[in-house]
């Protein structure tokens, strides 16, 4: 009897072995999100301080955008450096979004039954996350259309970024487009540094004011340096 019940039991373990797996927890795909998100925060502060070389005007900022091309060199060839950023950036937005969508979906199967009174229990940040990340995931498509591939540029100029740069924020949809996006960036910023440091465990009752002023600032400092371009241009200061 004691040998029929252990084998009864034995499908069940196996069949719950998935959900200890670290992708499989709740607790892995938060790590996962933390983490990528956080070397995406990388990312954004080297881009802005690139970006923000366009106030030095063509010579400087159109040799950044040949550095960009050549660093690594002469250890690497043309462009390999580039497109191992690339592809360690592409690899955190999937892992970032696909972790995002099964938390999400898990948490609406976990309270199938919507609450009976809807209160606001959150930050506005933090209530836009969802349609935040997809403003951010449709322009990062058009942001490699416009100035990598200058396929949606039409006054592109192959090699010379500057000029790409204010070619594309002297259109209205242009400027529409970027500021929008930097906008939702902010407030993707604002809400997910703090939780990152939440799901890393460095978060705690006494860490959590600074934590948040932090995250303000930097989604602040971040949002202000991006914008400043586009309104650069539409002023005249870049052209």
């Known amino acids: 009897m004691a040998l029929a019940t ?5 499908p069940a373990d196996r069949k719950s072995s998935p959900k200890r797996t670290f ?13 990528s998100g956080l070397l995406m925060l990388g990312y954004l502060v080297a881009h802005v301080m690139g970006n923000l070389k366009v106030f030095f005007g063509p010579a400087e900022f159109n040799e950044y955008g040949h550095w960009l091309r050549t660093m ?6 043309q462009e390999w450096a580039l497109w191992i950023v690339r592809f360690v950036l592409l690899a955190a937005v999937i892992l ?18 919507p609450y009976a009174h809807k209160r606001k229990r959150s930050s506005y940040a933090t209530r836009t996350m969802r349609w935040g ?5 449709l322009f990062i498509v058009w942001h490699i259309l416009d100035l990598t591939t200058l396929t949606v540029n039409e006054n592109a100029q192959p090699g010379r970024p500057y000029e790409n740069v204010v070619a594309t ?18 407030l993707h910023i604002r809400h997910g540094f703090w939780s990152a440091a939440q799901t890393l465990g460095v978060g705690n009752a006494g860490r959590d004011r600074a ?3 932090v995250a303000n600032g930097l989604a602040l400092v971040l949002t202000a340096g991006f914008i400043a371009v586009p309104v650069a241009v539409m002023i005249g200061v870049v052209s």
Request: avoid cysteine.
């Open 6 to 10: 252990r084998t009864r039991h034995r």
């Open 169 to 186: 924020f002297s259109t209205w949809y242009g400027n529409v487009i970027y500021i929008t996006a930097m906008l939702a960036v902010g």
């Open 96 to 113: 970032h979004a696909v972790a995002a969508y099964q938390l999400s979906r898990r948490d609406i199967k976990a309270r199938p039954t």
């Open 211 to 213: 934590l948040k002023a």
């Open 133 to 137: 990340g997809i403003i951010v995931a």
């Open 72 to 77: 690594g060199a002469p250890v690497l060839h």
């Open 23 to 35: 992708w499989g927890s709740t607790v892995g795909k938060k790590t996962v999100m933390a983490v």
